[in-house]
């Protein structure tokens, strides 16, 4: 078992930052694939970011591109999801996700363990 715990969210005005992170514990081997989804009230949830278990390799969902960054910190197991120029719509609660093996989906069923999320709002 993987544990993962998310912190950083809270209250932001548009256009400003916020920097998330998510820390593994457990049957961690620091190799994991790693992923960042978020879900809004009433909707469903959907692709952020996800990183290669090296770090070589990010992907982004169409509308945090330019403005999110992923990274990974292998050592101290923890992954980050630095936000920039933050939208109002950007408000949602974000989920840290591991899945096993190399390949890195962009779909939730594809990920094995999940964090219990912590919420970010944008507003003014």
């Known amino acids: 078992q993987v544990q993962l715990v998310e912190s950083g969210g809270g209250l932001v005005q548009p256009g400003g930052s916020l920097s998330l992170s998510c820390e593994a514990s457990?049957?961690?081997?620091?190799?994991?694939?790693m992923g960042w989804f978020r879900q809004a009230p009433g909707k469903e949830r959907e692709f952020v970011a996800a990183i290669s278990r090296s770090g070589s390799t990010t992907y982004y969902g169409d509308f945090v591109k330019g403005r999110f960054t992923i990274s990974r910190d292998n050592a101290k197991n923890t992954v980050h999801l630095q936000m920039n120029s933050l939208k109002p719509e950007d408000t949602a609660v974000y989920y840290c996700?591991?899945?096993?093996?190399?390949?890195?989906?962009?779909?939730?069923?594809?990920?094995?363990?999940w964090g219990q999320g912590t919420q970010v709002t944008v507003s003014s």
């Open positions: 996700a591991a899945r096993d093996g190399t390949a890195v989906p962009l779909n939730t069923y594809q990920y094995n363990y």
């Open positions: 457990g049957r961690t081997n620091s190799r994991y694939v």
